[in-house]
């Protein structure tokens, strides 16, 4: 017979949660004005959300959907409590975020050869350097998170080593960056996979969670579990990688928030706030966007019957 109210493993009281829907959500739809991308992140301040990722200072050429970058940045409303984050590809792009007044950069280093060479056409060796060329490039003290790319496997080359993940985002450490983030970019992970990068890295890292094959929020729990605090997220679930078929898009902000809430774990931001936030973004792109709990609800709305 089940126990009715069985305790539940120790889980973290609280989490960080960092937005990434303004750049990597929006990045591979059509360009969405810089007016909606900053009305979006301001919508987002409202509903609670204090780590936000902007904005990618690259290429327009490359990325059309980034174009606007610093003129996202200067229209934005500047608070002590909220950090306004930009990822960035090479010394240029963290130079003109730096002039920009971004509060923290994120850099990508794939853990993955055969990805790495298509999406920023550099070697996973010369895609690290960047990291030591750009904290010289810019002092000591910006905040810059190191996010390492097909943490979970890749594509192209199947299962990664745990272990040598562990020891790609050491040097990442070792050469400038301030923090890391294990990104399941194209949704690989598995709740033991999960457990078995953690052993290897520790729980002090963050999540870039990818729900390609309906994962990332079992995932997320899994490292909860472990005592991972920060996360990703992307409000509605967009994103997804290019350079990857049939990539999905991010764990969703709401889908998050919502199972936190019922555990208890606070994260500071508003469920309620963040559906309407979502909505409003399935009709900035055009359509649905992938989020559970935006399609079904929150389940505080069942009742009874």
Known sequence: MSSVGAALPALPARITIREVGPRDGLQPEPPVPVATRVQLVMALIDAGVSLIEVAAFVSPKAVPAMAGAAEVMAALPR????????????????????????????LTVSASEGYSQRNVHMSVED????????????????????????????PYEGDLDPAAVADLGRRALGSGSTSLTYADTTG?????????????????????LHDTRGTALVNAYAALEAGVTRFDTAVGGLGGSPFAAGAGGNLATEDLV???????????????????????????VGHPVPSRVAAAGPRSRLHPG
């Not at 052993?199 to 002090?204: L, Q, S, V």
Request: with cysteine; net charge negative; hydrophobic share 45%.
């Open 79 to 106: 608070s002590p409590s909220v950090r306004h984050v930009a990822l960035v590809p090479n010394v240029r792009g963290a130079e003109l975020a730096a002039e920009a007044g971004v509060d923290a950069l994120t």
């Open 127 to 154: 895609s690290l350097a960047q990291v030591a060329a750009i904290r010289s490039a810019i002092g000591g003290d910006l905040p810059m998170d190191t996010v390492i790319s097909c943490a979970f496997g890749s």
């Open 188 to 208: 690989m992970a598995t709740p033991r996979r999960v457990r078995d990068l953690l052993a290897e890295t520790g729980n002090d890292g963050g999540l870039h």
């Open 258 to 284: 919502h199972m936190c809430d019922d555990l208890g774990i606070a994260t500071g931001i508003d469920l309620g706030a963040l559906l309407a936030i979502s909505s409003q973004v399935a009709e900035t």
